[in-house]
């Protein structure tokens, strides 16, 4: 065999090897993804019930009607970088300094933060259009 051959027989290799390292990946972030949804707007109940939170607080006057930002800050960007850890103490804790409150006084939220997170993560990854929300079908 000569060197040609060699170094694209390793080229190809080294790309078949990327290849399935990304397929990998993309199958274990949808496997971890903390919402699911079909056709862009019918999700699992959580995610519903985090959508209905979102509603019930209002919360577009800061953050706009598709999260993408008014006042607050796009929380489609946000979310991105965002842990589920760090989202919580946000919106449990408030960063009151830059004009978020805290949320830890209400039922809703404290009940919903994590199906807020889903709703929120699914804005962000672009599974979940923005607009009216439905129960996925039993």
Excluded at 10 to 37: E, N
Excluded at 51 to 59: E, G, H, I, K, P
Excluded at 73 to 82: F, T
Excluded at 93 to 121: I, T
Aim: with cysteine; charged share 20%; aromatic share 6%.
């Amino acid at each position: 065999m000569n060197k040609w051959k060699v170094c694209l027989l390793a080229v190809a290799t080294a790309i078949s090897a990327a290849v399935t390292a990304i397929s990998a990946g993309a199958a274990a972030a949808a496997a971890a993804a903390p919402y699911k949804v079909i056709e862009g707007n019918k999700v699992d109940s959580q995610t519903l019930q985090g959508w209905r939170t979102w509603r019930a607080l209002a919360c577009e006057r800061c953050h706009g009607a598709s999260q993408e930002g008014l006042v607050g800050p796009s929380l489609v960007n946000s979310l991105k970088v965002l842990t589920p850890e760090e989202f919580r103490n946000t919106v449990l804790h408030g960063r009151v300094a830059k004009g978020m409150p805290n949320f830890d006084g209400s039922k809703m939220v404290v009940d919903n933060v994590d199906n807020l997170y889903a709703y929120l993560r699914g804005r962000a990854d672009g599974a979940i259009k923005p607009g009216r929300l439905e129960e996925i079908p039993k």
